[in-house]
C-alpha cells in the first residue's frame, strides 16, 4: 500500500505561484507514475501532469503546458508541482495519485492522496 498526502496549497493571487508537494509513505514510488488531477466544484476530475517513474517524461495538460512543472525526488518519496501564472480557472481540489502504468487515465491510478485545495483570486 502506498499512502499519499498532498501540501502547498492555499489562497493566491491571479498571476502569482505555488508549489504542490506529494508525500508518499508505505512504499516507495520510485516505480510508480506519479500524477496530479484536479476537480473544481461541479467539474469532473481532470488530468493536470504526470511523471514517469525515471522523471525523463513528463506530460502536461493543455490548460497548464508553459506553466505547471512536475517534477519528483525518488529519494524523498516525494512528487511536486511547480505552478506559475495561476488563473482563477486554476482553483480545484488538486490530487496526487500513483500509477503503475505511464498514463493519464484517471482509472489506471491505483493510489490517491486526499487532495490540497488551490484557490486563485481574480
Known amino acids: 500500500q502506498v499512502q499519499l498526502v498532498e501540501s502547498g496549497g492555499g489562497l493566491v493571487q491571479a498571476g502569482g505561484s505555488l508549489r504542490l508537494a506529494c508525500a508518499a509513505s508505505g512504499r516507495t514510488i520510485s516505480r510508480y507514475t506519479m500524477g496530479w488531477f484536479r476537480q473544481a466544484p461541479g467539474k469532473e476530475r481532470e488530468f493536470v501532469a504526470r511523471?514517469?517513474?525515471?522523471?525523463?517524461?513528463?506530460y502536461y495538460a493543455d490548460s497548464v503546458k508553459g506553466r505547471f512543472t512536475i517534477s519528483r525526488d525518488n529519494a524523498k518519496n516525494t512528487v511536486y508541482l511547480q505552478m506559475d501564472s495561476l488563473k482563477p480557472e486554476d482553483t480545484a481540489v488538486y490530487y496526487c495519485a500513483a500509477s503503475r502504468a505511464t498514463t493519464r487515465e484517471s482509472g489506471l491510478y491505483d493510489y490517491w492522496g486526499q487532495g490540497t485545495q488551490v484557490t486563485v483570486s481574480s
Open positions: 511523471i514517469s517513474w525515471s522523471g525523463l517524461s513528463t
